[in-house]
């Protein structure tokens, strides 16, 4: 008996694709990135970027540096100052994932400065004024890079090569230049370009079908579900799925982590977890 649709073999079929696209980026940027280049991963949220990332790194002897959710500009570059300075000099690899605080609109000319031939992070007020967010370690990290004779300090990057993961979209010019010009959209796009510019990798773009596609395939194919329920059989992922598919517009989130969720509840409920599903996770 077939258990899906052509509709939604189709939609598989489309997220296996971007699947494929999206490892292929991180295996290049991880293994093939002879020039050193900053790669930016983008697409909007519970395409599994960080899941796929997660999974490349768990194969590396020596993985590179993993930056997760810097809540503020100030711990970001005590962070990125720290690492610099550890390397002495060596080049260091740094995968940055759920930092879209960097991308933020007072934070897009620090990040401009990151990837254009500038190659520094630079902050503008005087190292002292973040002692009392630092380490013993972190504070003579940023001191290293500072001068009592000038109000702020620069980390250089040069010898450093940044993997982002970043949920937020980076323009095309034809996007930019459908802006009116002269106003703040206009600029801060113009912004988000110059770093899509100076940038290599992917903006993955699409559809929620295509998601549901994404995330039925990784579910299919992946064994998500058995990191909980090792016992869990193919019938229930596949009536997960097909209860989600004509829902997937009303659900609540759109990520692998509402699978990991349904899944927890259909061991906690195993007689009404369907009911559970439709009160938790559908919109009102």
């Not at 980076?170 to 370009?193: A, R």
């Not at 994404?214 to 596949?238: F, G």
Request: glycine share 4%; aromatic share 10%; proline share 3%.
């Amino acid at each position: 008996m077939q258990v899906f649709t052509q509709e939604q073999l189709y939609h598989i079929n489309q997220g296996k694709i971007t699947q494929d696209i999206l490892r292929s980026t991180i295996h290049e940027a991880l293994h093939n990135n002879i020039f050193n280049t900053n790669v930016l991963i983008s697409s909007k949220p519970g395409l599994g970027k960080s899941y796929e990332m997660t999974q490349a790194l768990t194969k590396l002897t020596n993985p590179p540096l993993l930056f997760e959710g810097n809540a503020n500009i100030s711990a970001f570059t005590i962070d990125i100052a720290t690492a610099v300075f550890l390397s002495a000099g060596k080049h260091l690899t740094i995968v940055l994932d759920d930092c879209d605080m960097l991308f933020e609109d007072k934070n897009l000319n620090t990040a401009k400065k990151m990837f254009d031939k500038t190659r520094a992070l630079k902050y503008n007020k005087h190292y002292r004024s973040l002692k009392g967010l630092c380490t013993d370690l972190q504070f003579e990290a940023i001191a290293s890079f500072s001068s009592d004779d000038r109000a702020g300090f620069s980390v250089p990057l040069h010898n450093v090569t940044f993997i982002i993961l970043t949920n937020r979209h980076f323009p095309t010019i034809n996007q930019v230049e459908k802006e009116e010009e002269g106003t703040s959209k206009e600029s801060k796009f113009t912004d988000l370009h110059a770093i899509r510019r100076r940038t290599e990798g992917e903006t993955i773009e699409m559809d929620n079908k295509t998601l549901w596609g994404y995330v039925a395939n990784v579910v299919i194919n992946e064994k998500i579900c058995e990191l909980i329920t090792p016992n869990i059989s193919q019938q229930q992922k596949e009536q997960m799925l097909n209860w989600l598919y004509p829902l997937w517009d009303k659900v609540t989130e759109r990520n692998l982590s509402l699978i990991e969720k349904m899944t927890r509840d259909s061991v906690r409920y195993p007689t009404n977890y369907m009911d559970i599903w439709s009160k938790k996770y559908l919109e009102r």
